[in-house]
């Protein structure tokens, strides 16, 4: 019985579990009761808002320690320049193809 409530625990410890929990519990509780739904809007409206605004701090990290960890400034330009060129090919297909995101 004891490992049965460890793997429990070990299951809700997982962020995915409680991502997956949320959104089911979430679909119930507009199924079931929709003013409830309503009223909780202003609650994912400011997860939303902190998720924003947490994801570009934490890319920029990403990108600064990746650039010092690569070393060699030659290879640290190739992979820029690679970049670059992904990210204006990726810009020009997405503003030719009518995309609003």
């Known amino acids: 019985m004891g490992k049965t409530r460890g793997k429990v625990a070990t299951l809700f410890g997982h962020l995915y579990f409680q991502v997956i929990l949320g959104v089911l519990l979430g679909v119930i509780i507009g199924f079931l009761n929709p003013a409830v739904g309503e009223s909780?809007?202003?609650?994912?409206?400011?997860?939303?808002?902190?998720?924003?605004?947490v994801l570009a701090p934490i890319i920029f990290g990403t990108v600064v320690v990746g650039i010092a960890k690569m070393g060699n400034l030659k290879e640290v330009g190739r992979v820029g320049?690679?970049?670059?060129i992904y990210f204006e090919v990726v810009r020009r297909w997405r503003s030719s193809s009518g995309s609003s995101w």
């Not at 909780?40 to 605004?53: E, N, S, T, Y």
């Not at 320049?81 to 670059?84: D, G, H, I, M, R």
């Open 40 to 53: 909780l809007k202003p609650l994912a409206d400011g997860f939303i808002k902190l998720v924003k605004m």
């Open 81 to 84: 320049v690679k970049a670059l």
